[in-house]
């Protein structure tokens, strides 16, 4: 269950009234149940994965020289990468599970994000390298032996099934791990190109359906690096998570029991898979700011699964106290984002 702390300052829970203001920070324990024991999965997986693809790139560059096949060598470049992927995620996983302390309150966890940013860039870094040559291949097409090639790539189908399989059973929700995958399923779909421009070749003799194979990859490379990238760029620019609509949230925490105003709303992403949510909440004069804070975090936890929460919950000013929740700082004055009101105060503050 979720963990709750709070500290109040007044007249006392039980009378409902608070002069200063009650701050809580809620952390879910079940995110954290088993995390070792998922981890140790993840790295099992990861491991067998890697031990799949380095296994056959010794094969692949081997027949793609014997054979003088550009999708071949891309093949095996692109599968150098995803070895390189895979030992970026799994370095990832064991810096990032190191305890928070020090300078790092947060921990280490973002190191995910970046062995994901890392595996898009060199997606895309890749992908200007493969279509360079492929156009070179376009204008000097070489010698391409057809049969090597549909072998080679038939079976290298094969085994980036197996390892994107064992991917798969790893935590794709982690970005880290995604993007390790995003590596072995492009690499499955340019052997399944190759395969394609190997019976092309032996078919026709059209020696340029290799380098085409080629382009056909690099498209998807360049979706998949991009995506990476994009993802992994909203977490570093504290974007809230994709779905998740932060004004929607503003304006329902606004309608909850005895709330008054929802203002300082920020909601982001600690790492993949982990929203956090910060707000300050001013309620009203008579209501209960603790039983507001506890409600609200059960409501925002089961509605929508954010563990990760810290709430300044406040009296709204009145006569008799007109510093309450409104002390003198300049935040409040001008709140970060939108004021959310709660229907009885709202056509009096039009957004």
């Keep these: 269950m979720a963990e709750n702390t709070g500290t109040a300052h007044g007249h006392g829970r039980g009378s409902g009234r608070h002069t200063g203001h009650e701050h809580d920070t809620g952390h879910g324990r079940d995110a954290g149940h088993g995390h070792d024991v998922a981890a140790d999965a993840d790295r099992r997986w990861l491991m067998i994965a890697l031990g799949v693809i380095l296994a056959y ?16 060598l ?34 280490l966890r973002r190191v995910e994000i970046l062995s994901a940013q890392v595996n898009g860039l060199t997606l895309l870094l890749l992908a200007g390298w493969l279509t360079v040559e492929a156009i070179r291949r376009l204008f000097t097409p070489g010698d391409v032996a057809g049969g090597p090639m549909l072998a080679v790539a038939l079976v290298g189908v094969a085994v980036n099934l197996a390892a994107a399989w064992a991917m798969s059973r790893a935590n794709r929700t982690s970005l880290n791990i995604d993007g390790a995958f995003q590596h072995i399923l492009s690499d499955l779909y340019a052997f399944v190109a190759t395969a394609a421009a190997g019976v092309v070749v032996l078919a026709t003799g059209w020696e340029r359906a290799d380098t085409i194979a080629s382009l056909t990859v690099v498209v998807l490379m ?5 995506g990476l990238l994009y993802a992994s760029g909203r977490i570093f620019l504290e974007a809230a998570p994709d779905g998740v609509d932060p004004d929607g949230i503003g304006a329902a925490m606004a309608r909850r029991p005895g709330v008054s105003e929802v203002h300082d709303l920020h909601i982001w992403q600690i790492t993949s898979g982990e929203p956090a949510l910060s707000a300050h909440v001013l309620v009203h004069p008579d209501a209960d700011c603790h039983a507001v804070r506890v409600g609200m975090h059960a409501w925002l936890r089961e509605e929508h699964h954010i563990d990760h929460i810290t709430l300044q919950v406040d009296h709204l000013p009145t006569a008799a106290h007109p510093t309450a929740g409104r002390p003198d700082d300049p935040h409040c004055a001008a709140p970060h984002g939108t004021t959310h009101y709660a229907a009885s105060r709202a056509a009096a503050n039009p957004h």
Aim: aromatic share 4%; proline share 2%.
């Design 57 to 72: 790139l010794v094969v692949e560059v081997v027949v793609g020289l014997l054979a003088h096949s550009l999708a071949l």
């Design 74 to 107: 891309s093949d095996a470049a692109h599968m150098l990468t995803d070895a390189a992927a895979i030992m970026l995620a799994l370095v990832a996983l064991r810096v990032a599970a190191r305890p928070a302390g020090g300078a790092y309150t947060f921990g």
């Design 222 to 226: 360049v979706k998949a690096g991009a």
